[in-house]
């Protein structure tokens, strides 16, 4: 774990010596539906940017004091100069806030390159993968005409190996956390997958499978299980008050967690087809579940397969796309028995009223067990 966390700590330290030790870019992405495998299979390192969780006061004249803290908080990042090593920043669409992080980033921070992959917003319609299957062609010539050298087919092909393998391993991690006693944490499980949105993803792979064969047989101590869903929430210190209350985070919905990495892009396929299905077919956000809330379902069956006694909803401030989702969300977990409990995130977390909030609610939950 230390390896992981040290990661985590230190972030921009670990995207700054991989570029010294290999002499490739390092490019930065805003949201998952980032394709990383195209700036892999071009040799680079694509790095998630984060925020800092630090109150900060630099972004009021570029961005909407009514945008979410996430957006708010990455801006202040860049034009504080801690992304100064970035060669590059990519944004696949998701949502208007993060939309105008890419737009103040590109005309106010110097950075070398930047394109907008334009994944479309309703993913279930028939010309969607088609529409994709563009956009990715678009961004890897955009990528060969940067750097003066092509991306072949077989190089793709490689990328997405080395993704779908960390995407298994990742996968194996979470397996652990169905028993009854789990051998890992939540808040453990959080930091290996933030560390891989940071690190070469073959380096990745290869510590989490020694950390997989290293876990111990005995358990963390039982609790009771939980759900986490939300958007980007990588606070992992509200994990730990959590779990540090009897609580144990199981499974999530987070663009950090779950929707990262649960489905895989195959082999055997023409790479930006195959790349293309994938992206449109992972997990959804509220953003791209426009009508059908096909999202819903699958929640559940996470929540079921899981075990989870349950919920909570970590809505980021000013996040409609979320607030929007959440009746319909507490109604279908009311209906199958999990009760809910939904807390408002900002740049930072009130952890005294927060604490008690979730004691109170673990409490309940175990009343309920009892009786």
């Not at 010596?17 to 495998?37: A, D």
């Not at 952890?351 to 009343?367: C, K, N, P, S």
Request: proline share 6%; aromatic share 10%; net charge negative.
């Amino acid at each position: 774990m230390e390896e992981f966390r040290q990661v985590i700590q230190e972030p921009h330290q670990y995207a700054r010596s991989w570029k010294k030790r290999t002499g490739q870019k390092v490019v930065g992405y805003l949201c998952t539906y980032v394709p990383e495998e195209v700036l892999y299979a071009a040799g680079m390192l694509p790095v998630r940017i984060m925020g800092s969780h630090e109150t900060q006061d630099v972004v009021e004249p570029y961005i909407y004091s009514m945008y979410c803290p996430f957006s708010r908080d990455t801006l202040a990042q860049g034009l504080r100069g801690r992304y100064n090593y970035l060669d590059g920043l990519v944004y696949g669409h998701s949502c208007t806030h993060i939309r105008h992080t890419y737009d103040s980033w590109k005309r106010h921070i110097p950075i070398d390159y930047c394109h907008y992959v334009f994944v479309p917003s309703h993913v279930q319609s028939p010309h969607a993968q088609e529409y994709m299957v563009g956009e990715l062609e678009k961004f890897r010539l955009s990528l060969e005409s940067w750097t003066g050298k092509p991306i072949s087919p077989e190089a793709l092909g490689e990328a997405i190996q080395v993704y779908d393998q960390n995407r298994r391993l990742t996968h194996q991690l979470y397996e652990l956390l169905k028993t009854d006693n789990p051998p890992v944490t939540g808040a453990e499980v959080m930091e290996i997958v933030l560390a891989s949105m940071l690190m070469d993803k073959r380096e990745h792979s290869a510590l989490l499978e020694r950390f997989l064969k290293g876990v111990p047989a005995q358990g963390k101590g039982e609790g009771v299980r939980l759900m986490l869903i939300g958007s980007e929430f990588d606070d992992i210190n509200l994990v730990k008050i959590i779990e540090d209350l009897g609580g144990r985070v199981v499974i999530d919905d987070l663009c950090v967690g779950t929707r990262y990495f649960w489905n895989e892009v195959g082999d055997g396929r023409d790479p930006l087809p195959a790349l293309a299905h994938r992206y449109l077919s992972k997990p959804l956000c509220p953003v791209k579940d426009l009508d059908e809330r096909a999202r819903h379902p699958h929640l559940l069956k996470l929540a079921q397969e899981y075990r989870v006694q349950g919920v909570i909803m970590l809505l980021m401030k000013f996040c409609e796309p979320h607030e929007y989702d959440t009746p319909f969300l507490k109604e279908i977990f009311a209906k199958n028995g999990i009760p809910t409990l939904a807390l408002e995130t900002d740049v930072t977390i009130p952890a005294g009223q927060f604490r008690t909030r979730i004691e109170a609610y673990l409490e309940t939950l175990r009343a309920e067990v009892l009786f």
